[in-house]
């Protein structure tokens, strides 16, 4: 079974993250990743960082995962509004 922390586990050791969360009720997963790795890169561009880090796993046993991305910047932003 596909946990939110199998996938932040997966994320973490795919990627350099600032703060990352996972949360999902087993099918359907929102997760929140701060990067420096997307400074200049498009939502989509992000979105494909993540899902590479995730392999297979996108393709086989996660059903549904939404992101918000953001750079360390963007994410100190959102977070004084």
Same mark, same amino acid.
């Given at each position: 079974?596909?946990?939110?922390?199998?996938?932040? *586990?997966?994320?973490?050791? %795919?990627?350099?993250?600032?703060?990352?969360?996972?949360? %999902?009720?087993?099918?359907?997963?929102?997760?929140?990743? +701060?990067?420096?790795?997307?400074? %200049?890169?498009?939502? +989509?561009?992000?979105?494909?960082?993540? !899902?590479?880090?995730? %392999?297979?796993?996108?393709?086989?046993?996660?059903?549904? *995962?939404?992101?918000?991305? !953001?750079?360390?910047?963007?994410?100190?932003?959102?977070?004084?509004?």
């Amino acid at each position: 079974m596909v946990t939110p922390e199998s996938i932040q *586990l997966n994320i973490a050791q %795919g990627m350099a993250t600032e703060h990352l969360t996972v949360a %999902g009720d087993g099918r359907h997963f929102e997760a929140v990743v +701060v990067s420096d790795a997307f400074a %200049g890169k498009s939502r +989509v561009q992000r979105h494909q960082l993540v !899902y590479q880090t995730l %392999g297979e796993r996108m393709r086989e046993e996660i059903h549904a *995962l939404s992101m918000k991305t !953001y750079t360390p910047q963007e994410w100190e932003s959102s977070r004084k509004t």
